[in-house]
């Protein structure tokens, strides 16, 4: 889609939007922070219109990485953080392979079995993922009641190995860090759905960030920037 039709009616060029979007979900920062920033170069952006890109294009920046992501292998690593929405605690469900590429999220309100389950199936529906043939998960007794029921149904087969090795989610944990650094800055998010879609445009510009682009390097931060600004359109 050309940028007149994905930017009509927007007061502001692609370029400027897709830079707010992109900033606000790689680095820590408020819209309070990137307003100040554009007006540092004679922008007269509200931080509000700015949290109306985010909310809008978050998902899609999301949505329109995935046919570009390499292959994970087949070993995961699953685990959940917290997140706060409206002054409580929401579960972020994440799951990365054994290399450090993320695999598949899911933001949950509870943290149950089924949810956990719910989760299971979301990531084995992720496009750029390896059928799983183990994963790791942590001592929460909801993933064993999850995995058996999806072995019932047969979506998961009896030879999968779920295991619950600590020193093994190190990696995931870590990659925790990545998400909780930019959460922090907002201090929590006013509803679920909005917390949803900044957590999509989060964890996108994380697998870019982690060079999980095919044909583009961890390193390559000019090469990200003409990806994105490739996917929606942008001229160059």
Request: aromatic share 12%; glycine share 6%; with cysteine.
């Amino acid at each position: 889609m050309g940028q007149a039709g994905e930017f009509k009616w927007r007061h502001y060029e692609g370029e400027v939007i897709l830079l707010c979007v992109r900033w606000y979900t790689r680095y820590p920062l408020s819209y309070r922070n990137l307003e100040e920033m554009m007006q540092e170069r004679d922008l007269g952006v509200d931080h509000t219109t700015i949290y109306r890109w985010v909310q809008r294009y978050a998902p899609e920046l999301n949505k329109r990485i995935r046919p570009y992501l390499r292959k994970t292998n087949d070993s995961y690593r699953i685990d959940e953080t917290y997140v706060k929405v409206k002054g409580e605690w929401k579960y972020l469900y994440r799951a990365i392979d054994s290399s450090g590429d993320t695999i598949d999220f899911m933001l949950s309100h509870t943290r149950c079995a089924k949810a956990a389950k719910r989760f299971f199936k979301k990531t084995l529906k992720a496009p750029h993922a390896s059928f799983p043939r183990v994963a790791n998960v942590d001592k929460n007794a909801a993933y064993p009641l999850a995995v058996e029921e999806l072995k019932e149904e047969k979506i998961l087969p009896k030879t999968f190995n779920l295991r619950a090795v600590k020193y093994l989610n190190n990696k995931i944990e870590q990659d925790h860090r990545f998400i909780k650094r930019l959460v922090r800055p907002g201090l929590g998010f006013a509803s679920f759905n909005t917390a949803d879609n900044t957590l999509q445009g989060y964890e996108a510009m994380n697998m870019i960030r982690k060079g999980q682009i095919q044909g583009i390097g961890k390193n390559d931060i000019k090469g990200q920037v003409k990806f994105i600004e490739n996917l929606f359109g942008i001229a160059a």
